[in-house]
């Protein structure tokens, strides 16, 4: 199968903007729908993004996402970032039927 | 407002059968696909495998061998069984509904289940 390749940590200060890349080894990324879950401390994982860049009710447009076939990767990109966003963020596709999870990216809000 | 929850023994000694349960409240379970994701601890997400309401199932290639999935439309439940269990299998697992382009929402609590003798 295909693994998804991300940062294993990003930080950044309040009211800026942080872009979390998700790459595809093997397979166009644009071939399958990209999800993006947040997952605080102690919680289940929430969905923030899902078919590359719908935003469920409720999350704010702060939170948006793209694919990139040039690069074969996914990104999630979250501005005005508030303490709140501090997280560990994982990117999730498939092929077929078969689901694959990114590694995660821990979020630092500093 | 679709919910999920699961239940089992939080203890399980190597080489046995992990059982879970997942109760879904507030839907049919007789729609949508639904799927089992674990996390070992400080870890990451895997995948194990989802079930249709019909019976039809899909499995991670790398547990294929050990699991079952099963689904009661009855109690609106459905179950995992992963046998012959290392301390490899030590993770909290979580129940989800996996909508038909393959994401997950919502997610259970989650449940810690521990291999050890």
């Known amino acids: 199968n295909f693994m998804l390749t991300q940062p294993h940590s990003v930080s950044e200060s309040p009211g800026k903007t942080v872009t979390i890349s998700c790459t595809r080894s093997?397979?166009?990324?644009?071939?399958?729908?990209v999800q993006w879950y947040q997952q605080r401390p102690g919680s289940s994982p929430t969905t923030v993004i899902y078919?590359?860049?719908?935003?469920p009710s409720g999350v704010p447009d702060r939170f948006s996402g793209s694919i990139d076939s040039s690069s074969n990767s996914a990104s999630l990109t979250i501005s005005g970032l508030k303490t709140e966003d501090e997280a560990d963020y994982y990117c999730?596709?498939?092929?077929?039927?078969?689901?694959?999870f990114g590694g995660g990216t821990k979020l630092t809000v500093l | 407002q679709v919910q999920l929850q699961e239940s089992g023994p939080g203890l399980v000694k190597p080489s046995e059968t992990l059982s879970l349960t997942c109760t879904v409240s507030?839907?049919?379970?007789?729609?949508?696909?639904w799927s089992w994701i674990r996390q070992p601890p400080g870890k990451g997400l895997e995948w194990i495998g989802y079930?249709?309401?019909?019976?039809?199932?899909h499995y991670n290639p790398s547990l294929k061998s050990r699991l079952t999935i099963s689904v009661d439309t009855s109690k609106n439940q459905f179950s995992l069984k992963l046998s012959s269990v290392t301390a490899a299998d030590t993770a909290i697992y979580y129940c989800?509904?996996?909508?038909?382009?393959?994401?997950?929402?919502?997610w259970g609590q989650g449940t810690l289940v521990t291999v050890s003798s």
């Open positions: 989800a509904r996996e909508l038909l382009t393959h994401w997950f929402d919502p």
């Open positions: 507030g839907v049919s379970i007789s729609s949508y696909y």
């Open positions: 079930i249709y309401y019909s019976g039809s199932t």
């Open positions: 093997r397979g166009s990324i644009a071939n399958n729908y």
């Open positions: 078919e590359d860049n719908q935003r």
């Open positions: 999730q596709s498939y092929d077929s039927s078969i689901v694959v």
